[in-house]
């Protein structure tokens, strides 16, 4: 019988640039198990199944029999136009779909934060329009550049202060969570107490805690260590949601993005599926120096 599974997991991992040592890394297996698995010798536990449908942001079905996924729009970015004392988004037009990883790159200053504010529906734009095809209140969470933390408060109550905004209180899921970001000896601790990095996890925690459908992170790894980086992009793996990360840690992006997005001289200058871009031997820190250089359209 043909082996689905084993050429679509062989596939799925070249995608992301991934060694079978890589991903046997995710999976807490050996690199044999993953060869094993490739040739068809042996097949995984549902456990690892389930969990390189997440790490891989596919449906099971794909995973196993390679039929082609129903990708739905989430959003529509059209014509839109933004100036504070200059023009900062000149014609911007995108559409975003589910189970998309999207790395949104640009040099400094280029308006990806802009671009970011005007999605959440935290600035107003000019001019285009934007649709929306989901709930804002209830399927969009953020992690925003600066953290939004009380520093008088404990660890704790800021978690089940913001849960409970989310309208999404589960105490055992917190204690979970914060067992996974590493956060579990600081629950009582007092916000400003926290390091840098460590109040960077939390917002990240917080930004989680809600299984929506699109989750936007702004520079979510600046100011974190290397652990923090680590948990960061390992969380990352097991996200539902469509996710757009605004991020300059290209060490990373050939490995867990489908899709970047470059950002410049106020008009998306860049669209290409991480795939592509490896099929043509290129890095994405590659793609995006040439992209962004100067002078080029
Ligand atoms: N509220 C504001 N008032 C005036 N100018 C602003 C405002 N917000 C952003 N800008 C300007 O818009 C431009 C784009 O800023 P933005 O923060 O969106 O860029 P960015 O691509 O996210 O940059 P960075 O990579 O440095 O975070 C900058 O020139 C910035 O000074």
Redo the contacts with the bound molecule.
Sequence with gaps: MKNVFGTQLTLLRQKRNLSQEGLAKKLFVSRQSVSKWENGEVEPSIDKLLTLSEIFAVDLDYLLVGQSQTRQLLLEIKHLQKS??KK?LEDVNLDVYTQERIALL?S???????MVRLILGNLMSDKGEIVRHFHSEDDLSVMP?EDLLIDTYRVIDQLTLSASIQRCFDAQKARELLQQYRLDEQYSKMIYQLSGGQKRRLSLLIAMLRPGKLLILD?PTVGMDLESIDIFWQSLDHVKATVIT?THDFNQIDQYFSRVVL?KDGVIAGDESVATIHSNNQTIEQWYRMKNQKGLG
């Design positions: 504070f004392d900062v640009g400094n200053g280029s308006g990806k934060s802009t550049q520079e605004i950002l």
